[in-house]
């Protein structure tokens, strides 16, 4: 069964440090996600992806946020300089052409910020 | 704005029904979902509700109401692998947006023996 991936699963970082989340959808899905989960908080929009472009984003994702689907297959996040506020579980999901049923989630990557 | 609601925790015996109640406030209406998670592990998708009604999935079931903004998930037969959060979630709607989803802050079930 086709499945949404992460990598990596866990990265620690220092404070002020960039750091790239990498994700690879489902082939045949053309909307992508990013959310975002703070320990022992709900589950966060931060921002959309369709036809190489952002569709929407929440206030979480200021200018230190950016995305990009550098090839046919990756989605990546980039936080360009880390607080230690960005510490959180960071899930990459996407759903198919109607794009506004199923979405399905990857396992996230689990980032600690230092 | 959206706005969710949905209690903390619930606690149930194995082999039982289990009831966990949503009620939500939103600027639109564009369906409601929702996902199973388990501790440390990504939302698994569940349902998906956009008419009013029950429906029927296995030992799992939603029900909507649009007027009330209500929504139940009912899990029947009980397992002890039940045992996990079950979030609420409606998307955005914004014009030509698709399903950027709203979560509410989830129910922690435990399954006891």
């Known amino acids: 069964e086709p499945e949404v991936t992460q990598t990596p699963s866990h990265q620690v970082t220092q404070m002020g440090q960039e750091v790239i989340l990498r994700c690879v959808p489902i082939s045949n899905h053309l909307y992508f996600y990013w959310y975002r989960q703070i320990l022992g908080q709900k589950v966060e929009f931060l921002v959309s992806f369709y036809n190489n472009e952002i569709s929407e984003k929440s206030e979480i994702f200021d200018d230190q946020f950016s995305v990009e689907r550098p090839d046919g297959s990756n989605f990546t996040l980039k936080i360009r300089s880390t607080k230690l506020e960005d510490s959180a579980m960071y899930f990459c999901a996407s759903s198919g052409p109607e794009g506004d049923n199923e979405q399905f989630f990857g396992p996230g990557t689990r980032l600690t910020v230092l | 704005g959206q706005n969710i609601d949905q209690p903390t925790e619930m606690t149930a015996t194995e082999g039982a029904i289990v009831q966990i109640n949503c009620t939500y406030q939103t600027s639109g209406f564009n369906g409601l979902f929702w996902y199973q998670q388990h501790a440390g592990e990504a939302p698994t998708f569940l349902s998906y509700n956009v008419l009013d009604g029950l429906e029927e999935k296995g030992r799992f079931s939603s029900f909507l109401s649009r007027s009330k903004g209500y929504s139940y998930l009912l899990l029947k037969e009980l397992q002890m692998k039940d045992s996990a959060s079950y979030l609420c979630?409606?998307?955005?709607?914004?014009?030509?947006?698709?399903?950027?989803?709203?979560f509410g802050k989830g129910t922690k079930l435990s399954v006891k023996p």
């Open positions: 979630a409606v998307p955005l709607n914004y014009g030509g947006s698709q399903g950027n989803l709203i």
